[in-house]
């Protein structure tokens, strides 16, 4: 894996402390194909520890059926305050902004400073943007695009926006939750072999629905992807690299849908 990852964490984390600090309220964003997979839960607790209020906002709700939303946000709630959204499609971001003021407890006339965290890649800009309401704020689907502190306001919000943070050092897990890009892979075939292996575990029949083709050997159906997708090397072999490729950033943008239940 290219890039000084331990280095990066160790800025981020130091930005990240400083955004948070002195925030009212804590937005911790998570994916709603799997929203236990995306909390930072080490950092939760700190920011219990802290006296922070924290409000868990299950993003990309699009991606999965409303059923399963609920089941989540019940179990979610035994912890804390939830609320699912599709920051793309700007559902559920003013039940959201009444449940910051809510959370909040201040008088009508106070700002609230609003810290928003969350994994790389998870939509925690484009939700920035849809609570300023009107795009100010940088986005993409590439992981870490926020590298410092940005700050925005919508009238008695005062938005922050902090660096995408991870806590482990599983590679595999990295590129599950999106936050490492797939240009800095030594090997794609490797991560994309894992990657298929777990979501065929959650949805047997995913890779079918999104490509048309599907195998029970992950290299075999990261060849039939490339022959698909008319991609070979020079000597005619199919280029099951950038199939890989293909595979581990549909993933990260969302085009590869499936989604867990919570643990009964």
């Known amino acids: 894996m290219r890039g000084n990852y331990k280095g990066l964490i160790r800025k981020s984390w130091g930005r990240f402390w400083k955004a948070v600090k002195d925030a009212d309220v804590i937005l911790e964003v998570l994916d709603a194909r799997d929203p236990d997979a995306f909390r930072l839960k080490e950092i939760e607790k700190k920011l219990i520890k802290m006296g922070k209020k924290l409000i868990l906002v299950i993003n990309k709700s699009d991606l999965v059926p409303r059923s399963i939303l609920d089941l989540w946000k019940k179990h979610l709630e035994r912890e804390y305050p939830v609320v699912y959204i599709s920051a793309r499609f700007r559902l559920g971001t003013g039940i959201l902004r009444e449940l910051i003021y809510r959370i909040a407890r201040k008088n009508k006339d106070s700002e609230i400073r609003v810290a928003i965290i969350g994994y790389p890649n998870v939509g925690k800009s484009t939700l920035i943007n849809i609570l300023k309401g009107y795009h100010s704020v940088s986005t993409g689907s590439k992981p870490g695009l926020t590298k410092n502190i940005q700050v925005v306001r919508r009238g008695r919000l005062k938005i922050i926006d902090t660096p995408g943070i991870f806590l482990c ?39 079918y629905k999104v490509y048309g083709v599907d195998s029970d050997g992950p290299e075999e159906l990261l060849r039939k992807i490339a022959i698909k997708r008319n991609l070979f090397l020079k000597k005619g072999e199919p280029n099951i690299e950038e199939a890989a490729k293909i595979v581990l950033r549909d993933w990260q943008v969302g085009k590869i849908i499936i989604w867990r239940e919570p643990p009964r």
Do not use: Q, W
Request: aromatic share 10%; hydrophobic share 45%; no cysteine.
């Open 169 to 207: 050092d599983n590679h595999s897990m990295l590129v599950y939750t999106g936050a490492i890009r797939v240009e800095n892979l030594d090997d794609p075939v490797y991560y994309a072999i894992i990657l298929i292996n777990k979501l065929k575990e959650i949805r047997k029949d995913v890779f």
